[in-house]
């Protein structure tokens, strides 16, 4: 079998810094098991190797692994199954490594969970490369999980509605003060742009959220909505009567 170990040996062999990827060879071939862990340790890659299912599920809970590179056939073994179970029992990359170059077993491979796939004869920098890029990925996707959400803003006409803060800013950056109603009822036109909306479906929109004794016209709370965000609240452009139904938000809303 070429795997191309011939290119790589007559290069120096110098150790580059520690790398905190952790990777498991799985593959019944020794030859491809001793290969890899020669030049992924000479790369600073912390790798340890495993030549069936059995020892891979050994070493696991021994020591989990952010990159598993495994053979798609070991021996009587499926990889397949293999990769099913292993992206089912824990958060890992996969990356397939064999000598099967069709592309249904490539579309299968990535269909059970594998985040890459390469076939021998391979480059061992292509391999590197693949398994810097899978665990960068699953790096950065874990990350993106313990980050809070980012805060909902929605956007018209260069004013801003911090929806987790509940503020309302003006194009120039000024916070506009609201009450809880108002809030609410601009809430509510904002994420139903350009509809009719009739005073029971605002109300309906608005959650039933208390609406005060002396706030529980619709109308009111337009007027005083009105005088808030509108240039002329005489002659609004933004929130619009529609004679004998309701009102109608006029804006072009984003969400960012």
Do not use: C
Request: hydrophobic share 45%; net charge positive.
């Amino acid at each position: 079998m070429v795997l191309f170990r011939q290119a790589v040996t007559q290069q120096p062999r110098t150790l580059q810094p520690a790398s905190d990827i952790r990777v498991l060879v799985v593959d019944d071939d020794a030859r491809v098991r001793r290969m890899l862990l020669e030049y992924l340790e000479d790369q600073g890659i912390r790798v340890a190797a495993a030549k069936d299912g059995a020892e891979m599920w050994a070493h696991l809970e021994r020591d989990p692994v952010d990159v598993v590179l495994l053979d798609l056939v070991l021996g009587p073994e499926d990889g397949l199954a293999l990769a099913r179970e292993l992206r089912a029992r824990a958060d890992v990359g996969i990356i397939f490594v064999t000598g099967r170059g069709d592309v249904v077993d490539r579309i299968v491979g990535l269909e059970v969970g594998a985040d890459d796939y390469v076939t021998k004869p391979f480059h061992l920098r292509e391999v590197l490369a693949r398994i810097k890029s899978v665990a960068r990925r699953a790096r950065a996707a874990a990350v993106a999980e313990t980050l809070p959400p980012a805060e909902p803003v929605l956007r018209f006409e260069g004013w801003e509605i911090e929806v987790r803060k509940r503020r309302l800013l003006t194009p120039d950056k000024r916070e506009i003060s609201l009450t809880t109603g108002e809030f609410n009822l601009l809430l509510a036109f904002a994420e139903h742009p350009n509809r009719v909306l009739d005073r029971d479906t605002l109300m309906d929109l608005a959650k039933g959220r208390q609406w005060e004794a002396m706030d529980r016209s619709v109308d009111s709370q337009v007027a005083r909505l009105r005088k808030k965000i509108e240039a002329d609240p005489k002659k609004p452009a933004l929130i619009k009567s529609v004679r004998g139904v309701g009102y109608l938000f006029a804006a072009s809303v984003t969400r960012r």
